[in-house]
């Protein structure tokens, strides 16, 4: 039987409040609905929102091995002046209390992340359909969150010309092997 | 046919459920370049019963759904005509992991690859 797996965001400190998303907007705060705006730029730069952390879990164990995890968006970003930026290499979890310092360019430069303060490994999201690399090769059994940390934030910069609402962004995906 | 065993395939869960079967026409052939992959669409609890038929033997049809138009580039074949027709379960709640396809006068069990997948809707607050 195919285990039952949802997508789990992780808030708060210090290990973090794990709960089930099937939704997540890109605001400032440490949350998965709250409205705090990210702010565009009034000169070339980009504003980030807060890093959001997430991680597939099985709830409930089929007896399938999950292997190869991989994440990426759906879809390109339709919204000029917007992109996804992602890290998968952490395993500890870190609680998102400020947005990354904002970049002097138009999201070409990759935002510091939590955990190194540093945006090593900090790339675009790519499209799941291409695949992108495996970032959790497993094997994972049981129950409970699998996998590295999946932290990504989306990058608004000058050349976004949305405002007043929310905006829709790429749906996020994650894909894994059971056998 | 010695093109029988290098087709892959994959069964795809939306959002973490069953896809129990439906093997509906043209729909399921998601066109990539090797290795093929047939996306099973969900129909929401219509267990089929195992259909367990040894290569070589005359299959009994189950659910005969076509998988029509594989380009035969893919395959370095010139004529491909794979056609599904039993996926099955086990007592009704275990998946038993068989998808057996009727390819060039041969029934033929493909070896399981599950591949699941979960989504989030997101947006930005602006």
């Known amino acids: ?179 | 046919m010695s093109i029988i065993y290098s087709i892959r395939w994959r069964l795809i869960y939306l959002d973490g459920r069953y896809l129990d079967e439906t093997l509906g026409g043209s729909s399921i052939m998601d066109r990539k370049p090797n290795p093929v992959e047939l996306q099973l669409i969900n129909l929401e609890g219509r267990p089929m019963q195992r259909v367990d038929i040894p290569v070589g033997h005359r299959p009994i049809f189950y659910r005969q759904r076509s998988i029509s138009q594989i380009p035969s580039s893919e395959f370095g074949e010139t004529q491909l005509d794979a056609t599904v027709f039993g996926y099955g379960r086990e007592n009704g709640s275990k998946v038993d992991g068989k998808l057996w396809i009727w390819l060039g006068g041969r029934a033929v069990n493909c070896p399981p690859e599950y591949i699941a997948q979960r989504s989030i809707e997101t947006q930005l607050a602006k």
């Open chain 1, 1 to 179: 039987m195919a285990n039952t797996v949802v997508i789990r965001q992780g808030t708060g400190a210090p290990t973090g409040t794990w709960a089930t998303v099937t939704a997540v907007k890109w605001n400032r705060v440490d949350d998965a609905s709250g409205t705090t705006p990210v702010p565009t730029p009034t000169a070339t730069g980009t504003n980030f929102s807060f890093v959001k952390s997430f991680q597939p879990d099985i709830t409930v164990d089929g007896g399938l091995t999950m292997t190869d995890i991989r994440v990426g968006k759906v879809a390109a970003e339709a919204t000029g002046g917007t992109k996804l930026w992602h890290r998968t290499d952490q395993t500890t979890y870190v609680q998102a209390s400020a947005a990354p310092t904002a970049t002097g360019d138009n999201n070409t430069t990759a935002p510091i992340v939590p955990h190194t303060l540093n945006n090593t490994n900090v790339t675009a999201l790519g499209l799941i359909g291409g695949p992108p690399s495996v970032y959790a090769a497993g094997p994972f059994t049981g129950t409970g969150r699998k996998g590295n940390i999946v932290m990504i934030c989306l990058g608004v910069d000058a050349t976004n010309t949305t405002a007043g609402t929310t905006v829709a962004t790429p749906t996020l995906r994650w894909t894994w092997t059971e056998a």
